[in-house]
């Protein structure tokens, strides 16, 4: 073998071995109450992403350094908190450390900021989690988050501080994003979405938290309660 068949090999090795890491994530969903029903905010990956190019998914990312930090008060309620700390692995981000990757990944790639901690209900609901499943070219372990648009600082609609990471930033309703290239596990969302605001006001769920765990040899479905 020649030495540049060893390093070919060694790359290929490494970049697999990489893909197969599971990286903590967190996603937000924002959602807009309108006449015509539940809006949300999405955007376009780019066609040369690593991971998902072109679809179109909520804002959100991986989990950084910087993210380790003490919960910020008003952020999360109790039952949320619990059902973070379920079937978690080792080692794992603290709930504070998802609830801020949520937000700063909100700020990159839309521009938008939380506003002021109020005295009413924790502006993080944590909703839906899930595991990439092995094959695939990143793995994460993402926990969607729900932020209602009247929490957001400012005009929800105004994207001009966003970064380029996402394209066509737009509010679009429940229904009809589903006719966009999505991810799968972004329909299954959608619908956990639309069940969720099927009743005003938003309550927690019943039926606890989905979580699509692909962390280990067979697909496993749960419910964090």
């Known amino acids: 073998m020649g030495e540049t068949d060893a390093r070919v090999r060694g790359q290929a090795v490494t970049e697999a ?3 197969e890491q599971i990286r903590p994530a967190a ?3 924002l959602l807009r109450r309108t006449a015509n029903g539940p809006q949300v905010l ?3 990956r780019g066609a040369g992403a690593a991971f998902m190019p072109s679809k179109y998914v909520f804002p959100g990312g991986g989990v950084d350094a910087s993210d ?3 919960l910020t008060p008003g952020l999360l309620g109790d039952a949320c908190l619990s059902r973070l700390g379920q079937h978690l692995p080792d080692p794992a981000p603290s709930p504070a450390a998802l609830a801020t990757a949520a937000l700063r990944e909100l700020q990159e790639e839309t521009g938008l900021t939380l506003g002021p901690a109020t005295t009413e209900a924790p502006a993080l609901r944590f909703i839906f989690r899930a595991i990439t499943p092995p094959g ?4 994460f372990d993402a926990r969607f988050f729900l932020i209602e648009a009247d929490r957001i600082a400012g005009d929800p609609d105004d994207f001009s501080a966003a970064s380029d990471e996402l394209s066509h930033l737009h509010w679009i309703g429940t229904g009809e994003a589903r006719a966009l290239d999505l991810p799968f596990i972004t329909e299954v969302v959608l619908a956990e979405i639309a069940a969720l605001t099927a009743h005003a006001p938003l309550g927690l769920s019943e039926g606890g938290v989905p979580f699509f765990d692909n962390s280990g040899p067979i697909p496993t479905f749960r419910r964090l309660r």
Request: proline fraction near 6%; charged fraction near 25%.
């Open 17 to 19: 071995t990489a893909a």
């Open 27 to 29: 996603t937000t969903v």
């Open 42 to 44: 999405m955007g376009q």
């Open 68 to 70: 380790h930090r003490p």
């Open 136 to 139: 695939r070219s990143r793995r």
